[in-house]
């Protein structure tokens, strides 16, 4: 998927890519970014990953125009953000077990953090899928909270990502090391196609790390 991007075209119930990491052993610690483009006022699903039980154990969750509904392990902690703005979006979500610390970095900002599942931890046992929101493991969708829009460079990482790391996934220099956008097995189902980045676009922003 190197240079490409997913384009959701359409609303449905049926459109979605399954991704496919290998994830060797339970998560204590997840960082997940990716970046987003749409034009949806309504909620939708960012990215879902369900394990056995937990059809929301890591939900990317957004209500236009300004609130990231992030579940981990069942529990929904919302995270106000600026309002969304009809452009390519970069956004990162990190989760530690030991400290239950959440993360939102939305185009290289972060927003003030939040506690969720402390000492808990997600399975292995994952499935993963972008366009729908997941009601039950690998299925449960509902057109209401689907995907509309374009995502690319969707990574995953088995640690919390630094600041320093979140600059250089933003410029495409950190690849996920648990899910890598480049090499990660993928299925496309219904109405879902992968196209050519048509614009580039850096973002130019006045966060830096502090370090
Ligand atoms: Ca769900």
Same mark, same amino acid.
């Given at each position: 998927? =190197?240079?490409?991007? $997913?384009?959701?075209?359409?609303? #449905?119930? +049926?459109?979605? *890519?399954? @991704? ?66 009809? =452009?390519?979006?970069? $956004?990162?979500?990190?989760?530690? #077990?030991? +400290?239950?610390? *959440?993360? @939102? ?107």
């Amino acid at each position: 998927m =190197d240079g490409k991007v $997913l384009v959701f075209p359409i609303q #449905s119930s +049926t459109a979605h *890519v399954i @991704l496919k990491p290998t994830i060797p052993k339970s998560l204590e610690k997840l960082s997940v970014c990716l970046y987003s483009y749409t034009d949806l006022s309504r909620p939708y699903s960012l990215f879902s990953l369900a394990t056995p039980g937990k059809d929301n154990a890591f939900l990317i969750y957004l209500q236009p125009p300004n609130i990231c509904v992030m579940h981990i392990n069942q529990e929904a902690i919302n995270i106000k953000t600026d309002p969304e703005t009809l =452009d390519w979006r970069h $956004l990162c979500v990190t989760w530690e #077990s030991e +400290t239950g610390m *959440v993360q @939102l970095w939305v185009n290289g900002k972060v927003y003030p953090r939040k506690i969720s599942n402390k000492g808990s931890s997600i399975a292995a046992e994952t499935s993963i899928v972008l366009g729908q929101d997941q009601d039950s493991f690998g299925g449960g969708f509902d057109a209401s909270q689907s995907f509309v829009g374009e995502i690319s460079d969707v990574h995953m990482w088995d640690y919390v990502l630094t600041p320093e790391d979140i600059q250089k996934v933003i410029y495409g220099d950190l690849d996920g090391n648990i899910m890598n956008w480049n090499s990660v097995l993928h299925k496309k189902r219904g109405d879902v196609l992968d196209q050519p980045k048509l614009q580039c676009k850096s973002i130019s922003s006045s966060y830096t790390p502090c370090a």
